[in-house]
């Protein structure tokens, strides 16, 4: 018996008892009769399977039936240019208001078990390890470069050093700072994960290394923001942040069964579009704004990359529209103009837009997608990161 046909049942009964219960009543009859249908009425409810109704009404139980990520929303790892069929745990992974259950990504570390998702309200994610240096003499940028330099070749994680300027007191990047700059103040830091996992206690301990050797150098006093055994768990739930948000969009245009596009055609279309041939030797929508990438277009292939041949006079055996989803600002807002240069692409070159399993794409698997893709912005930012944010870029 299925849950709502058990519920309808158990409606129907309770009215008919609450009806007869009534007309008993009003008329008087006998006890014994209305011993006989408590006792029918106590034998149907046992046949009721109240455990299987409780479990269906469990939130996580709905929410694995209800909200199902639809195939064009995938983890970067999973990116297929070729085409080839995604493996059925990738297409059966669950996606719950913007996060796929923690038990479908990649397992975190021992003695992590607390999922992401009850951290909410919380204290916002660190991304970054960090000591600071200081000391009464200013240093200048080419001696704390020289001694950072040094020892960083042993770190694989992103780091950086910035210092407080003298006078100023503005903070820069000392890679970046001009050559004649001198700090008071400096911050060495490691930055914990990134969508390829956690950093390592070794590696936190090399950090700890240079940092030591930096303060000895430099005549400074070092203070750490947290320690090692601080900072792991820490590293973990920024991974797990970054595995659950780690999401592409993405549409194929495929061509007529046994044909192709031609590439002349498709550089004409995609000019149209306003879309540019630039990074990776794909075609790029850029943000005239700021010059980056908001989404790009890939060849069906391999490497997904473009040639000037094959633009010219070869044949392309499909396209790949893809949106690094938090990466962007406003994403939903850019997928809303992703599924517009795809229409218009497909309407010139005749094709038709299917999602990474080949299932054609209509209004209604957009209009879910981009619900589930505002879904992920909310939740991003419920974490203190925002899409295409700084943070969210040295993420992503």
């Not at 075609?283 to 890939?298: N, Q, V």
Request: aromatic share 8%.
């Amino acid at each position: 018996m299925n849950l709502q046909l058990a519920l309808i049942l158990l409606g129907v009964a309770t009215f008919a008892g609450i009806v007869l219960l009534s007309f008993w009543q009003k008329r008087g009859l006998s006890s014994e009769w209305l011993e006989r249908f408590r006792s029918s009425f106590q034998r149907f409810l046992q046949r009721i399977p109240w455990g299987n109704i409780a479990a269906g009404l469990r939130p996580n139980k709905l929410a694995q039936r209800v909200r199902q990520k639809e195939p064009s929303l995938v983890s970067s790892g999973d990116l297929d240019l070729a085409g080839g069929n995604r493996e059925s745990e990738t297409q059966d992974e669950p996606f719950v208001g913007g996060l796929p259950h923690d038990e479908e990504l990649k397992k975190p570390a021992a003695g992590v078990a607390q999922a992401l998702p009850s951290e909410i309200g919380k204290q916002r994610l660190k991304i970054d390890y960090w000591a600071r240096l200081t000391g009464t003499a200013p240093v200048s940028r080419d001696a704390a470069l020289a001694v950072f330099r040094e020892y960083e070749i042993d770190l694989q994680r992103p780091r950086a050093l910035h210092g407080c300027t003298q006078p100023g007191n503005a903070w820069l990047e000392l890679a970046t700072a001009p050559a004649d700059e001198v700090f008071s103040d400096l911050i060495v830091s490691l930055q914990m994960a990134d969508r390829d996992g956690a950093v390592t206690e070794s590696e936190l301990t090399r950090f700890n290394n240079l940092t030591y050797y930096m303060s000895e150098s430099l005549n400074r006093s070092l203070q750490f923001d947290m320690t090692i055994e601080e900072a792991l768990p820490e590293a973990e739930r920024l991974s797990r942040f970054c595995q659950e948000f780690d999401l592409l969009a993405v549409i194929h245009v495929e061509p007529p069964p046994g044909k192709g596009f031609s590439g002349p055609e498709v550089a004409r279309a995609l000019d149209r579009a306003g879309m540019r041939f630039g990074k990776d030797d794909m075609f790029h929508l850029y943000d005239p704004r700021t010059g980056k990438s908001r989404f790009s277009l890939a060849n069906r292939s391999e490497a997904g990359t473009l040639s000037y041949d094959e633009l010219e006079s070869g044949m392309l055996r499909g396209l790949v529209l893809f949106l690094n989803v938090p990466t962007v600002h406003r994403p939903s807002q850019t997928f809303s103009d992703l599924i517009s240069v795809a229409n218009y692409v497909s309407t010139e070159l005749g094709g038709v837009l299917v999602d990474p399993d080949k299932g054609k794409l209509a209004e209604a698997q957009f209009d879910s997608i981009s619900k589930q893709i505002r879904s992920l912005e909310s939740s991003m930012k419920r974490y203190g990161i925002d899409p295409g944010s700084e943070e969210a870029n040295r993420l992503f």
